[in-house]
């Protein structure tokens, strides 16, 4: 491909030659990416016109914010949710189960009082349970997609995974402040 532009409108399962699903190669995904890249970053551009930079610009730009988006599960469901026109609502839909709730609640109790007494012992466990719970919504959110295509029920796991990737920020934050 001698033109470093790419279509900016289509979907970056598109642009990346994937399947529209959650479950991803993430090789494929990778390899797809160093050969976009390589057609469009910027610096294979410099001998063009103004206007054709900027637009090998923009679709680097595009390509990065594709990649970004679907190596990440929690960013790729919500974009996949999208395509299906569905709204994860993570601003305004607050409603969960209250199992889930009272499990976050307790995790973060036990993520102060590990903070607090300086507990890398609970750190880490709660680190781990975090991964564990993660990895097990992530496989729901797959069967919810991919599958099922039960969408509102695809949004509530979006939702859920939102508060753990939370919890998990707190706990390498809580990390960092126990490192000497």
Known sequence: ???????????????????RRFKLDDVALDQRYRDLQSQVHPDKSA????????LAMQSSTR?????????????RGRYLLSLYGVDTQEEN???????FLMQQMEMRE???????TQDLDTLDEL???????????QQELAEQLDFKQAFVEAAGTVRKLRFLEKLAEEIADAYDELDP
């Not at 979907?11 to 994937?18: A, C, G, K, V």
């Not at 001998?47 to 900027?54: C, K, P, T, V, W």
């Not at 036990?110 to 607090?116: I, K, N, R, S, T």
Request: glycine share 2%.
């Open 110 to 116: 036990a993520l102060q009082e590990a903070v607090d």
């Open 63 to 75: 390509v990065n914010e594709g990649y970004q988006i679907l190596r990440n599960p929690l960013r």
């Open 47 to 54: 001998h063009l016109s103004d206007a054709e930079q900027r």
């Open 93 to 99: 839909n607050t409603a969960m189960p209250m199992d």
């Open 1 to 19: 491909m001698s033109d470093p532009a790419i279509d900016l409108k289509q979907d970056f399962f598109t642009l990346f030659d994937l399947p």
């Open 127 to 137: 680190s781990d349970t975090t991964r564990d719970e993660t990895r097990l919504l």
